[in-house]
């Protein structure tokens, strides 16, 4: 009895969900994404993608559905060795020129030199809100998770699971915050050498191609977009939008002493700091708490 009780109350937990369109997404890289270019060469399978980047084209891969707020979340692999010039990303983004989007970009380096991570978020297509941080790790020798976690109150970007930055909803305060657009998820690897390493001064040593990243796991827990509908429904306060718990609102103690310790030893720019680039005008947000 107790059995056929719960899977009643799950079957009518259901149809709740279905009634108000959430869907609640948790599926891999062979379920939920495809190859957009680069398809002579890199691959989906299951649990794993392998992007590949050659001279002639690099590679990349998307989700067929976008989402509103949840968690997603991969595991990667990146390009061992002399990656210079070479850039990994891994991404969420809507379209248009109002666009929002959620970055993560590991810029290749010399061999022996840590990579960097470039963060960044688009809001109504504004940019211009780049973190950058070197890891405490070598990203190429093991796979290790790499997570955007995204709700109505805060974005908060994680590196096995320790929070490394965080963009918090000050919309009340005339601040864009990424709450109205679905997004899909997006990995690619190309040739960035204008820029990526030291500004453009290092460029890609093409001997060293064929570069490639591996990914696996990919985890998107998430509520589903199905148009303007879910603003409301993907942001409401009802068992399965888990990511708008009270725990999911700001970081615990423990996280927060976690965020400090990556940003006193690991963080190498901050938008909010670099008053030359904004003429002494920085973003309104980086008056806040951003913590």
């Not at 937990?13 to 599926?27: C, P, Q, S």
């Not at 649990?47 to 707020?69: M, R, Y």
């Not at 211009?128 to 976690?149: M, R, V």
């Amino acid at each position: 009895m107790a059995a056929a009780s719960e899977k009643m109350f799950l079957a009518l937990l259901f149809i709740f969900f279905m009634a108000r369109g959430i869907i609640i997404v948790d599926a891999n890289f062979g379920k939920s994404m495809y190859l957009t270019w680069g398809t002579q060469h890199a691959s989906i399978q299951g649990e794993d993608l392998q992007l590949v980047l050659h001279q002639t084209s690099g590679s990349a891969a998307q989700t067929k559905i976008p989402f509103l707020f949840g968690s997603i979340e991969s595991k990667i692999k990146l390009v061992p060795n002399n990656s210079a010039g070479t850039v990994t990303a891994y991404y969420l983004s809507s379209t248009g020129s109002q666009h929002d989007e959620i970055d993560f970009e590991f810029l290749g380096n010399i061999s022996g030199q840590p990579y960097i991570v470039h963060t960044n978020i688009y809001t109504q297509g504004n940019g211009s809100k780049e973190q950058q941080f070197y890891l405490w790790f070598d990203p190429t020798a093991d796979f290790h998770n790499y997570t955007i976690h995204w709700n109505p109150t805060q974005v908060v970007w994680y590196i096995d699971s320790i929070p490394i930055r965080v963009f918090m909803n000050n919309e009340e305060e005339g601040i864009a915050y990424p709450n109205k657009q679905g997004m899909k998820v997006y990995t690619s690897l190309w040739n960035a050498d204008d820029w990526a390493t030291r500004g453009g001064l290092v460029k890609t040593n093409w001997t060293n191609a064929p570069f490639i990243a591996r990914l696996n796991r990919f985890r998107a827990r998430a509520c589903k977009w199905n148009g303007p509908i879910s603003i409301n429904n993907c942001a409401s306060n009802v068992p399965s939008n888990w990511w708008t718990s009270p725990i999911y609102k700001q970081l615990s103690y423990a996280q927060m002493g976690q965020l400090y310790w990556v940003r006193n030893n690991y963080m190498i720019y901050d938008y909010c700091k670099d008053t030359k680039r904004f003429n002494g005008q920085v973003p309104p947000e980086c008056f806040k708490t951003q913590f």
